[in-house]
């Protein structure tokens, strides 16, 4: 038997299992899918028992598939913000309340009333916005005041999934950072912040880093999981982090865009540098003493995955479905022939902030076909994109290439137009296996196998030739991107981007797939 290392993500559309060799050769990939609970417009919920069912599916399959490989500790990632509220016995309260749950607007409000902005820049470095974790538990002690007096524990995705395995509870710096409850600049829990939203200390779990063993596979986990009891399992890290980790996007100078169920900017830091406007995110990176900028888009493959289902259901089925759009997409020209898709499905973060956003498609003819729309979607996530990446650059970061990783990165045609609508070279890894081969790294590193994390990457990771932009395409893109910006600020004004009042019933809830 050989050494092998496990990475597991609890992502929002499935829970990844991977398993690693010492030199970073893929021994097994297993995704066991997940659904989506949104009981209103706006709210998204899953419940945190699925999480640990599919990760128990997961788990076991990759055990078996990676054959003589023996897995010797195991790193975890998951979703950032979506809240898991315990009881003193540790069980689940109700569900988690997901990272693009939209509800806690006026929890948002109250909380930037009460402290200012200027208080937020400087304890958490981030506004209070409503796919964190503090407004959720703020909603829970409002709405729910029975479950609420039952919380003891506030855990995150990735962490609720150790305790199931391991019956520790703890967390790390780049999860805990994406909670509004977390001293991101100086490491560690804010209790500032938790006395003046009069919330107790206790109710949040022991810190360690990344890749710090933080418990060992129970008995009873190893029954179900087939990992081997007392297995170390390491702190691990938020999805975002450990997909950076993943394509080796750990120090300063580099930079990666994510196309998963959301989109994401990211680019390391080696000082918690802030947007002064607060509409980027700074969060603590996997990697101790570092730091990283992130501009996030709501919707990204999520928007997508809702054109393809909506617009296309004869292809949904197919496994090519995704392909078969972008072959169409192609015959259409730079700026979708005057069609603009604005992709804020669930509200938005970067740049604008607003929850109650909302998507469009403006410039419609009779001329048009689902191919036109097609591209307007693709070029309207890049757009959204780029819009983060104005600000992360803004911010000093010096960026002269990107990182590709997740569902932007494995069609040729999406990564042309992202390199060409950045107007900079992008790159691909050769492995890509997003953040649960961040999260295997990290075990990896806990146990010794390398000295660090950007040593483990350099080991296991090459870059493959950069993919340059056509100026001339390039120049192309300004026209159509000037009108994307231009578009969100016009329909606000007019009231068509807001979110309508729900018109579900409290007891209807609509279960979806959603796609990477």
């Known amino acids: 038997m050989s050494d092998g290392f496990l990475g597991l993500d609890i992502g929002t559309s499935g829970v990844k299992a991977v398993v690693i060799d010492a030199r970073g050769a893929v021994k097994a990939s297993l995704t066991t899918p997940m659904a989506l609970s949104t009981p209103q417009?706006?709210?998204?919920?899953?419940?945190?028992?699925?999480?640990?069912?599919?990760?128990?599916?997961?788990?076991r399959r990759a055990t078996r598939a990676a054959g003589r490989t023996r897995v010797a500790a195991v790193g975890l990632s998951g979703q950032m913000h979506s809240s898991v509220f315990l009881d003193g016995r540790g069980?689940?309260?109700?569900?988690?309340?997901?990272?693009?749950?939209?509800?806690?607007?006026?929890?948002?409000?109250?909380?930037?009333?009460?402290?200012?902005?200027?208080?937020?820049?400087?304890?958490?470095a981030n506004p209070a916005l409503e796919g964190f974790t503090l407004p959720k538990v703020l909603w829970l002690r409002a709405n729910e005041p029975e479950r609420f007096a039952r919380l003891d524990k506030i855990v995150l995705a990735k962490d609720y999934v150790r305790y199931r395995l391991t019956g520790s509870l703890a967390t790390e710096p780049s999860d805990a950072s994406g909670t509004l409850m977390f001293d991101t600049a100086r490491r560690r829990w804010s209790e500032d912040l938790m006395r003046a939203v009069g919330l107790p200390p206790r109710l949040l779990p022991e810190l360690g880093e990344s890749s710090e063993v933080l418990g060992r596979v129970s008995a009873g986990a190893a029954r179900l999981t087939g990992l081997v009891?007392?297995?170390?399992?390491?702190?691990?890290?938020?999805?975002?982090?450990?997909?950076?980790?993943?394509?080796?996007?750990?120090?300063?100078?580099d930079a990666v865009a994510s196309w998963g169920t959301s989109g994401t900017v990211l680019a390391p830091t080696a000082e918690p540098k802030v947007d002064p406007s607060l509409r980027a995110h700074t969060f603590c990176h996997v990697v101790p003493g570092t730091w990283y900028v992130m501009g996030v888009m709501l919707s990204a493959g999520g928007a997508f995955a809702w054109h393809r289902d909506v617009m296309a259901r004869e292809l949904k089925a197919r496994r090519d479905g995704n392909l078969a759009l972008n072959d169409e997409a192609q015959e259409v020209p730079i700026g979708a022939g005057g069609v603009t898709f604005l992709p804020y499905l669930q509200g938005e973060r970067t740049p604008h902030r607003d929850a109650s956003a909302r998507g469009a498609f403006v410039g419609l003819s009779l001329a048009h076909t689902r191919a036109h729309l097609t591209r307007a979607v693709i070029e309207g996530i890049c757009f959204g994109l780029r819009d983060s990446l104005s600000i992360v650059r803004g911010l000093g970061l010096p960026i002269d290439s990107l990182l590709l990783t997740g569902g932007g990165a494995r069609s040729a045609f999406i990564r042309r137009i992202q390199a060409e609508v950045y107007g900079l070279p992008v790159v691909r890894v050769n492995r890509e296996e997003g953040p649960a081969y961040g999260a295997a790294l990290l075990a990896a590193v806990g146990v010794g196998m390398f000295p660090d994390l950007a040593t483990a990457c350099r080991a296991t990771l090459k870059r493959l030739s950069p993919e340059r932009p056509r100026p001339e395409a390039h120049r192309a893109y300004e026209e159509p991107y000037r009108r994307f910006q231009a578009l969100y600020p016009a329909l606000k004004s007019w009231g068509t981007l807001a979110a309508r009042p729900p018109d579900l019933p409290r007891n209807k809830v609509r279960r979806s797939r959603v796609a990477s």
Do not use: F, H, K
């Open 229 to 253: 009891a007392g297995t170390p399992v390491v702190g691990g890290g938020a999805d975002n982090a450990c997909g950076a980790a993943g394509v080796g996007v750990v120090s300063p100078g």
């Open 41 to 59: 417009p706006g709210w998204a919920e899953q419940r945190p028992q699925e999480w640990w069912a599919a990760a128990v599916a997961s788990l």
């Open 91 to 124: 069980s689940v309260i109700r569900p988690a309340l997901l990272w693009c749950d939209g509800r806690t607007s006026a929890e948002c409000r109250e909380v930037t009333a009460r402290l200012g902005e200027d208080q937020l820049r400087d304890w958490l």
